[in-house]
């Protein structure tokens, strides 16, 4: 166990800078699907690892990051082929929770969050598209972005639902979040300021009483300094977006994966096995019953956020588990978490989680989500009105 955090499959992959810029002298951790020049990924399956060879080239994210003066430090742990929202490896080992070490880190991009968290590297790239970036960093105590679907390239990245993935990463401060951001970015979009806090009811719901409450007076204060509404988003309920989402996720995996898997029959670990079974049924009429569903929801969402408007949530609905927990209590919690996290991944909408602490000490999330591309006005608004507005507040980082 690498350094005792167990964050790395391979922590002596080094990739010097190819530039010097706005990152020059900080470390980043590379999921180990972010193809890297001569390294094999192994999506942290050993099938994967076995029928797959070396990159050729850097991924596009990975290479914009070297030019800018960042130097790769290891490629990370991540949950099989990204399909689990929890860390837990069953082949290379659970990377250790730096803020709880009884609970896990999350995932998939758990090595990534631990890394950072643990101190090994100053920021990581992840993957999200169910919430592999967004919940490591909730469980793990750190500033973590889901940007605008499509915004950040992803060339050179193994896929898991096309329609859903992204590029996203994480940093124990703000203004790293924020420096990363820009380099992989890019021009930020030309609106305003966020003059609008919108609160949604039906996703707060979710959150049990220890993370609600902690993370409710930190929303308190900002309704004191923001104009603020009340919302329900899903008038049949958060769970009917969640079906929605995991239909269209489900299908794009097994699109993407399903012929490698029916070939190689590799061996999967408890839990990803069952998922994977699970996609395998799914039809392309489900598909298409799904794909309206998602539209509207992105309007209602584009609608109600316009250019100015930020919607608040609890980035999951608890402090991280504890590891080991029997199956169907844990796939409880991925439930709620999913309820919480489809809402970016249906809009494509950029979302990002700053790290609170709960009344026991562990680390919980507070989320916000703006429209489409307003990503760099949304981390720098975090940055700078957030932090500064809640200071005082029990904010890490």
């Known amino acids: 166990m690498q350094s005792g955090w167990n964050a790395y499959i391979k922590e002596d992959l080094i990739v010097e800078p190819t530039g010097k810029g706005a990152l020059s002298k900080l470390d980043f951790a590379v999921k180990d699907v972010f193809a890297i020049a001569g390294h094999a990924n192994s999506a942290g ?59 896990i880190p999350g995932g998939s991009s758990s090595g990534s969050a631990v890394a950072v968290a643990a101190g090994q590297a100053d920021f990581a790239l992840g993957t999200d598209t169910g919430g592999s970036v967004r919940v490591p960093s909730s469980y793990c105590g750190l500033f973590g972005i889901r940007p605008t679907h499509g915004l950040v390239p992803s060339g050179g990245v193994i896929p898991l639902a096309e329609s859903f993935d ?97 070939e190689r029959k590799p061996r999967f670990g408890p839990g990803i096995a069952e998922r994977f079974v699970w996609a395998s049924t799914l039809r392309r009429e489900d598909y298409d019953r799904a794909l309206p569903v998602r539209e509207r929801i992105r309007e209602e969402l584009g609608a109600l956020l316009g250019d100015d408007g930020l919607l608040v949530i609890p980035t999951a609905p608890c402090a991280a588990p504890r590891i080991g927990l029997a199956g169907a209590e844990i796939e409880r919690t991925r439930t709620k978490v999913m309820q919480l996290s489809c809402i970016a991944g249906l809009g494509g909408l950029p979302q990002v989680t700053m790290p609170f602490r709960s009344r026991d000490g562990l680390p919980v999330g507070l989320s916000f989500i703006a429209g489409p ?25």
């Open 45 to 103: 399956n050993p099938d994967w690892l076995d029928s797959h060879g070396p990159a050729a080239a850097n991924a596009e994210a990975v290479d914009r990051l070297l030019r800018q003066g960042a130097r790769v430090k290891g490629a990370a742990i991540t949950d099989e082929l990204m399909f689990s929202l929890n860390g837990e490896n069953h082949y290379y080992g659970t990377p250790v929770n730096p803020c709880a070490p009884n609970c």
């Open 166 to 262: 992204t590029v996203g990463w994480m940093a124990r401060d703000a203004e790293t979040l924020r420096r990363v951001g820009q380099v992989l970015i890019g021009a930020e979009d030309k609106g305003g300021e966020f003059r609008r806090l919108i609160v949604a009811d039906d996703a707060w719901a979710i959150a049990d009483k220890n993370c609600g409450q902690v993370l409710a007076g930190s929303l308190a204060v900002l309704e004191r300094v923001m104009d603020n509404r009340r919302v329900t988003l899903a008038s049949k309920g958060l769970a009917d977006w969640a079906a929605a989402f995991r239909t269209l996720q489900g299908y794009e995996i097994w699109s993407a994966h399903g012929e490698w898997i029916a």
């Open 373 to 397: 591309r307003r990503d760099l006005r949304l981390l720098r608004w975090v940055g700078e009105a957030a932090v500064r507005t809640l200071r005082g507040q029990p904010v890490t980082g």
